[in-house]
C-alpha cells in the first residue's frame, strides 16, 4: 500500500487543529488553576495526526469494540486528550473549561468514568503494558483489524515497566501496536537523561525488536507518514520517536525549564497570541473521520464450571492444582476465557489451561508489573476474561499496576500460589505473607481464601463472574476436602466446618490453618473442650453474620490463624468488623516475623500456627 501524501489542504487543517487543542489545554488548566500545559503542547501534532487523520474510531461510540485503541500513558497530558474529543465533536469544547472541577469527570487525569478512556493513566511507565494487552487480544483473540496506539513520555521511559512492553509486543509479533515517544526533552525537575538524543531512543527501541521511526513531532507531514508506514509493517511493532519541544509555540515557555505541572497564568495571553497567529482555519474542519471495521459481539457472561468439582471422599489436594483444573472447565464453558502467567504456570498449574487452550495463553515471562498490565489490556472492552497467575508474593512487585486496575474499573483476576510459610523450604523471598493486606486494600476488591480444591473450583468459578479486582489465594500443600459438588459456595458466606451446642471458643482459619485448626479440634475434643471452627472462603467481603453469631455461641471467644503477617490479614478483617461489639475478644495467631526455611509442619509450629499452637492458645484463653 503506497504513501498518499495528504493534500496541502488536509495538512493545513491538520496544523490548525494542533495549534487549537494547544489553546484548548492552556484555557483549560487557566480555568482549574492547575494542570500540565506544557506536556499537552509538546504532543499537539500527534494529537491532531492521529485523531483527525490516521485513526479509525466512530465518535458516537468512543469504547465500541470495532475501534482504534489510542493510550495516553503520560496521563498528566489530560487535557490534550480531552480536547481531541471535543474537538472531534464527542462533546462541547465549552465543556473543558470545567477540568478538575469536582462535578466534571474532567478529571487531573484520564479515568474510564469518561466513555473515551478505557484505563487511568498518570502512574507512569503503565500505558503501554496496557497497550500491548490491547494489541494482543486484536491480533490473536479478535483477529480483528483494530490498531492500538501509546504515547509515551520521555521521561516515563525510564521506568522498566516500559521496556518489559517493550520486549513482550516484539517477541509476540504485534504489528497492531504504535508506541510514540514525545521526546520534549524536559522532566518535571530538571531535563530528562537522555535529552534529544533521538539516536539513543532509535537504537534502544530497535534493540528491543521495533520498526523505528525518528520524526519531527511537529510535523504534520512527517507523522502522517509515519503512522501510514507503520500500518505497513508486518511481524513487528511501530516505534515513533518524535522530537517536541515543550511549552510547543509559547514565547517564554517554549523549551524551558520549570513550567512542568503548572499553568501558563502571566505567560497564557501572549502564548494564546502566538499560537493563534498560525491558525489560519478557524473552523469547523471539515475533516472525515474513518470508521473502523466491526467485529462481533461476545458474550462473557454467567460462565461456569463445564463440569461439577466432584474429587474422591479423602483425597487431598492442592488448591494451586484445583486451580489448574477449574480454570480449563470454564475456559471449556467460555471461549473468551484467557489466561497468562510469568514463567511460574508449572508450579500455579496455570499449566493445565495452556495444554488445553494453547491460543488462549499468554506467557509473560518473568515481568510481573507488564504481566499484570497485559491482563487489564486483555480485559478492556469486555473483550476477554483474564486469569493472571504467578506466586502471590511477585504480584507485590506490581501493587501499582493493581491499585491502578482498580482506578481503572477493570475487571481481572489474580490468581496467587505459594503462600504463606508452609511453601516450606524456599525460604523467606517466595512466601507471600502480605498478599492478602494488599488485595484488601484495594477499593471494591474481592478476596477469596479457598480451602480445599472443591471450594477453588467454586472461587475461580465465581471470580469469573465478579466485576472488579478478584484475588484467589492458593496454596501448595495438598488439603483433605471439605466439602463436594452439593455444597453452595457463595462470596460472602462462610462455611461452619466444625461445630456442637458446647462450643467455647470459635476458630477462623484458611486452607492450611483452617486444617490445622480442624486437628486442634480432634486434640482438644479428647479432653473435652469443643471448638467452632469457621472456614470464611472470602476474606472481602466478610460474612460477619455468620462469625458473630458463632462467637455469641462461644462466650464471644475468637482466634483467628492464618499464613500471613499479622497485618491486614484474616485477624484484621475480623478485628475490623467485630471491633464495634464489646462483647468480642478476638486473639490474632499469625506469622510475626521473618521466617526462614524448613520443613512445611516444622515452620507452621515455629511461627506458632500449628495445629498444636491453636490448642494452646485455646486452653489459655479458657484458662
Not at 473435652?528 to 462461644?554: C, H, M, Q, W, Y
Request: proline fraction near 5%.
Amino acid at each position: 500500500m503506497s504513501y498518499h501524501r495528504p493534500d496541502a489542504g488536509l495538512l493545513q487543517n491538520l496544523k490548525d487543529i494542533a495549534n487549537k487543542l494547544r489553546i484548548h489545554s492552556i484555557n483549560a488548566t487557566d480555568a482549574s488553576n492547575s494542570g500540565h500545559p506544557s506536556s499537552c503542547m509538546s504532543m499537539a501534532e500527534v494529537m491532531s495526526v492521529l485523531f483527525f487523520n490516521t485513526m479509525r474510531y466512530s465518535v458516537e461510540q468512543p469504547r465500541s469494540p470495532s475501534n482504534d485503541r489510542f493510550i495516553l500513558s503520560k496521563g498528566h497530558a489530560a487535557p490534550i486528550l480531552y480536547a481531541a474529543w471535543a474537538e472531534a465533536g464527542l462533546f462541547p469544547t465549552e465543556d473543558l473549561l470545567k477540568l478538575r472541577k469536582i462535578d466534571s469527570d474532567l478529571e487531573g487525569h484520564p479515568t474510564p468514568r469518561l466513555n473515551f478512556v478505557d484505563v487511568a493513566t498518570g502512574s507512569l511507565g503503565q500505558g503501554l503494558s496496557v497497550a500491548v494487552g490491547m494489541g494482543y487480544t486484536g491480533k490473536y483473540i479478535d483477529k480483528a483489524d483494530y490498531r492500538v496506539y501509546c504515547v509515551i513520555g520521555d521521561g516515563e521511559s525510564a521506568e522498566g515497566s516500559i521496556w518489559e512492553a517493550m520486549a513482550f509486543a516484539s517477541h509476540y509479533h504485534l504489528d497492531n501496536v504504535v508506541a510514540i515517544f514525545d521526546v520534549n526533552r524536559l522532566g518535571q525537575s530538571e531535563p530528562t537523561s537522555l535529552q534529544h538524543q533521538l539516536d539513543v531512543y532509535k537504537a534502544r527501541a530497535e534493540s528491543f525488536g521495533w520498526n523505528t521511526y525518528i520524526v519531527d513531532g511537529h510535523s504534520v507531514d512527517d507523522l502522517c507518514k509515519a503512522f501510514h508506514d507503520a500500518s505497513t509493517v508486518k511481524g513487528k511493532p511501530t516505534c515513533i520517536v518524535a522530537k517536541t519541544y515543550k511549552g510547543r509555540g509559547g514565547p517564554e515557555v517554549e523549551d524551558k525549564e520549570n513550567w512542568h505541572g503548572k499553568p501558563l497564568g502571566a505567560q497564557s495571553q501572549a502564548s494564546r497570541e502566538a499560537i493563534s497567529q498560525q491558525i489560519k482555519n478557524k473552523g469547523p474542519h471539515k475533516i472525515q473521520i474513518s470508521q473502523p471495521t466491526p467485529v462481533p459481539d461476545v458474550d462473557i457472561t454467567n460462565i461456569q464450571l463445564s463440569s461439577p468439582p466432584v474429587y474422591e471422599k479423602g483425597a487431598k489436594v492442592a488448591t494451586r492444582q484445583a486451580y489448574g483444573k477449574a480454570l480449563v472447565k470454564i475456559g471449556e464453558n467460555n471461549s473468551r476465557v484467557v489466561a497468562m502467567d510469568g514463567d511460574t504456570k508449572n508450579s500455579t498449574f496455570a499449566i493445565e489451561f495452556k495444554k488445553a487452550f494453547p491460543d488462549r495463553f499468554i506467557e509473560c515471562y518473568i515481568a510481573e508489573q507488564n504481566l499484570v498490565g497485559v491482563g487489564i489490556g486483555c480485559g478492556c472492552r469486555n473483550r476477554t476474561v483474564p486469569f493472571i497467575s504467578t506466586f502471590a508474593c511477585f504480584l507485590t512487585r506490581a501493587f501499582d499496576q493493581i491499585r491502578m486496575g482498580a482506578i481503572s474499573q477493570t475487571n481481572a483476576n489474580f490468581v496467587g500460589s505459594h503462600c504463606g510459610v508452609s511453601i516450606g523450604e524456599d525460604g523467606p523471598s517466595q512466601m507471600a505473607l502480605e498478599d492478602i493486606a494488599m488485595f484488601r486494600s484495594i477499593p471494591g476488591s474481592t478476596v477469596f481464601y479457598p480451602s480445599d480444591a472443591v471450594s477453588c473450583e467454586r472461587a475461580i468459578e465465581l471470580a469469573a463472574n465478579q466485576k472488579g479486582i478478584c484475588f484467589v489465594r492458593t496454596s501448595r500443600p495438598a488439603t483433605s476436602m471439605l466439602y463436594d459438588e452439593t455444597t453452595k459456595l457463595q462470596i460472602g458466606k462462610a462455611q461452619v466446618v466444625r461445630q456442637s451446642d458446647k462450643d467455647s471458643v470459635t476458630v477462623i482459619g484458611c486452607c492450611v490453618t483452617l486444617h490445622e485448626a480442624l486437628k486442634a479440634a480432634d486434640k482438644l475434643a479428647i479432653d473435652g473442650i469443643n471448638i467452632r471452627v469457621i472456614d470464611p472462603f472470602t476474606i472481602k467481603p466478610l460474612d460477619t453474620e455468620t462469625i458473630i453469631a458463632s462467637a455469641r455461641a462461644t462466650g464471644g471467644r475468637v482466634i483467628t490463624v492464618e499464613d500471613h503477617y499479622a497485618w491486614g490479614g484474616l485477624g484484621d478483617a475480623v478485628c475490623g468488623e467485630l471491633g464495634p461489639y464489646k462483647e468480642f475478644s478476638v486473639y490474632k495467631m499469625a506469622v510475626t516475623e521473618i521466617p526462614r526455611s524448613g520443613p512445611s509442619a516444622v515452620l507452621l509450629e515455629k511461627f506458632g500456627i500449628s495445629a498444636n499452637c491453636i490448642v494452646n492458645k485455646v486452653r489459655e484463653i479458657l484458662a
